[in-house]
């Protein structure tokens, strides 16, 4: 199983004035961070997109090719990239460069979208959320497979034989969906034949995912696709520390008000610590604390899913610098050291 990291980079909001930390100094600190994980032996970094205020980084391209250089072995993933409101040329020539500096490590991972602001942003509509991600996977997916492209749909100017270059290493991206927990976006993963991650986040109880896990396995079987190329992932929030109760106590205030902001546009109720101890709890998908209860929760969650791919997502909420760089170290030395021997056993 891969073991991996993901950040959004996200901005420290001061809760009295509401002011916003600079977004060059939160870049600079993710490269250290990122260039640290590489160090410490973590398998995968991957980095979000987003258009809002309190988060730096709308483009992960440009992150994970500054990245590239930095770092020697990490593999290198958007986490997501918001294909319905992106142009598949681009992205695609974006990645392939990003995989040409690393010497093939990059990927791509495709999302809808969780949120919104990408598509008034570049001139989508939302109401054709859904067809524009179907048209736009097919035209990315039929790009990693062909250099020279005929195409025509309802959302992009036509393209008669057109190449698009550069082409990755091997001349082939590995493309994986991310889905929230729609069966459409399951089923879909499993017909095509494309690994799959699963965002389980915010102490939701780690079993609620289970039918969903078995539903793409089915799927994918069912369309006849190489079971040895099979893979699954998930992704949730997590901080690592020393102890265990001081580092939930520092990152429960930060992770509450980053919750409440997201949820103020959703008509969530206000996230309460009986729901973040909950979800610190061997049933629940967030993990903060110790080394220890990180390593058993991740064995569970394996255990539980079949997943070949688990992916902690470290800096929602803006924890600072200094936390993020020591549960990095926690996260390479201690956890996943300990997590790859239970599984070689």
Do not use: C
């Given at each position: ?11 420290h909001?001061d ?12 870049l ?9 994980a590489?160090?410490v ?9 987003h258009?809002?205020p309190?988060y ?9 090719a500054?990245?590239?250089v930095?770092t020697?072995?990490i ?11 992106s142009d598949p040329v681009?992205?695609y ?7 040409l500096l690393?010497?093939g490590r990059a ?5 809808r979208?969780?949120?919104t602001e990408?598509?008034?942003?570049f001139g989508y509509?939302?109401?054709?959320y859904?067809?524009?991600f179907?048209e736009?996977?097919?035209l990315?997916l039929e790009?990693?497979q ?11 100017a ?6 698009v270059?550069?082409r990755?290493?091997?001349n082939?991206?590995?493309v994986w969906i991310?889905?929230?927990g ?7 993963a ?5 690994p ?10 780690l079993?609620r ?5 078995d539903?793409y ?5 069912e369309f006849?696709?190489?079971?040895s ?5 998930m992704f ?6 020393q102890?265990?109760?001081?580092t939930?106590?520092?990152y429960?205030?930060l ?7 997201i949820?103020?546009?959703r008509g ?6 009986e729901?973040?101890d909950?979800?610190r709890s061997?049933?629940g998908?967030l ?5 220890e209860?990180?390593?058993d929760?991740?064995l569970?969650a394996q255990e539980?899913y ?7 997502h470290?800096?929602?909420?803006a924890?600072d610098?200094?936390h993020?760089m020591k549960a ?5 030395t201690?956890i996943a ?8 056993k």
């Open positions: 199983m891969e073991l991996g990291i993901s950040m959004f980079g996200d901005l909001v809760p009295a004035t509401g002011k916003i930390e600079p977004a060059q100094q939160r600079k600190e993710l490269m250290e961070e990122i260039k640290l590489d160090e032996g973590i398998d995968l970094l991957g980095i979000g997109e258009h809002r309190e730096a980084v709308p483009s992960p391209e440009i992150i994970l500054a990245a590239a930095i020697k072995r593999k290198l993933s958007s986490s997501v990239t918001v294909l319905s409101s681009k992205l020539q974006n990645f392939a460069m990003v995989d690393s010497g990927e791509l991972m495709a999302g979208g969780s949120f990408s598509f008034p942003l509509n939302l109401q054709d859904g067809a524009l179907e736009k996977l097919n990315l790009i990693n062909e250099e020279t492209i005929n195409w025509q749909g309802r959302f992009r036509s393209l008669k034989d057109q190449q270059l550069p990755a290493v091997n082939k991206l590995t991310a889905a929230g729609t069966p459409e976006s399951v089923v879909r499993g017909r095509l034949g494309l799959l991650v699963f965002a389980i986040v915010a102490g939701t109880p079993e995912f289970k039918p969903l896990y539903l396995k089915e799927t994918y079987k006849g696709h190489n079971m190329k099979f893979q699954v992932g949730s929030h997590g901080l690592f520390g102890d265990a109760k001081v939930a106590d520092y429960y205030p992770y509450a008000a980053q919750m409440d902001r949820g103020r546009t969530w109720f206000p996230f309460q610590r729901q973040y909950f979800g061997k049933a998908a993990f903060v604390g110790d080394a209860a990180a390593i929760k991740i569970y539980l079949g997943i070949t791919r688990f992916s902690a470290l800096d929602v909420g924890p610098h200094h993020l990095i170290e926690i996260y390479g201690k050291p300990k997590v790859r021997e239970a599984l070689n």
